[in-house]
């Protein structure tokens, strides 16, 4: 599911600098929630706290006279939850794009996309995530724990940090291990199968499970994820026949990445859907847009706009008249009459 560059490790999660970033951000949001400006969206931890809630707001206190109003805004719902996901199961293939800005996340949301997903591996996309979440709050979306995550503890407490942010569920491409010990604690998590990008140095940017070999222990590793309690797995790069059969032997979902169309989402990251780089695009994708050549218009633009700023100063058309602030005549010569003299 990934393709950031900038992953970051365990250390680098548990580290006292990314702690202090979280206890900035925290009680800045606090300050902001009080004064009435905060609107990212925010789901209490637990019923206990919805008790507090309700009997704070029978106090008057000014910062909580709308707090259930705010409440209702902040849990918005979703269009899906993972129990509504698993009913629609061979019945319906789910549209499913990974998007990387909250401008993406509201275009996906107005455009009527089924599922989202994003990373969630770098201090900047963690702390992106929350604003995904204000751009498409009806929206169910994943996001992508770092990969590395040294133990199950480890792996837990950054899936509820993900859940606690705003995700609907969170991906891991650790082993069924890790993921036994997220699903136990009641996270909804997503594995992936096949082409596993994070893992390619054992077999290469290629197809898996063209050999009856691989097939078999393709089949295998699936049965495991399901046995460790994922609900779905991302299936990469895995020939569509042998797709379409292993999505009728589970009760995961398989979200399909160059999988075929037999599977129980089709999966897109937005950089492959827009055309924004320029890297060979890959065969199971398809560009819809050329965001790059528009990138690249818009930088021609900058360049020129700048350009004539700078002659416009230079041959000194700039400022006009009507770039100008008068000042009358008679003011002006009494203020320099009073403080007229040598310096």
């Not at 498409?136 to 994943?142: D, K």
Request: proline share 5%.
């Amino acid at each position: 599911m990934q393709r950031s560059r900038s992953v970051i490790g365990p250390d680098a999660l548990a580290s006292s600098d990314h702690a202090a970033y979280t206890a900035g951000h925290d009680a800045g949001r606090a300050r902001r929630f009080r004064s009435g400006k905060e609107r990212l969206p925010f789901t209490p931890r637990s019923r206990r706290r919805e008790r507090v809630f309700a009997r704070l707001s029978g106090l008057g206190l000014p910062w909580l006279g709308g707090v259930a109003k705010y409440r209702r805004m902040l849990r918005a719902r979703k269009k899906y939850t993972v129990h509504d996901l698993r009913q629609l199961k061979g019945k319906r293939c789910l549209t499913h794009i990974h998007v990387k800005s909250p401008d993406e996340a509201a275009a996906a949301e107005a455009a009527g996309v089924d599922l989202m997903s994003c990373s969630f591996d770098s201090p900047e996309s963690q702390a992106r995530l929350p604003l995904l979440v204000a751009a498409a709050p009806n929206s169910f979306l994943s996001a992508a724990t770092p990969h590395g995550l040294a133990s199950q503890e480890e792996a837990i407490r950054v899936g509820f940090r993900a859940i606690e942010a705003g995700g609907s569920s969170v991906y891991c491409s650790a082993s069924p291990f890790i993921i036994e010990a997220m699903a136990r604690e009641g996270l909804p998590v997503v594995g992936h199968l096949g082409m596993v990008p994070r893992h390619v140095t054992w077999t290469g940017f290629r197809a898996i499970g063209k050999t009856e070999e691989e097939a078999r222990k393709l089949y295998e590793k699936m049965k495991a994820l399901e046995s460790a309690g994922a609900y779905a797995a991302e299936l990469e790069c895995v020939p569509h026949q042998l797709a379409t059969w292993l999505c009728s032997q589970t009760s995961m979902l398989l979200m399909s990445l160059g999988s075929g169309p037999g599977c129980d989402t089709q999966f897109l990251f937005s950089d492959d859907i827009l055309g924004d780089y320029e890297e060979r695009l890959p065969r199971h994708a398809k560009a819809y847009r050329n965001f790059l050549e528009e990138y690249r218009r818009l930088q021609r633009e900058r360049i020129a706009a700048f350009s004539e700023y700078i002659a416009d100063v230079k041959e000194r058309r700039f400022p006009a008249a009507g770039n100008l602030v008068e000042m009358d005549d008679a003011v002006l010569q009494k203020v320099i009459a009073s403080i007229d003299g040598p310096f």
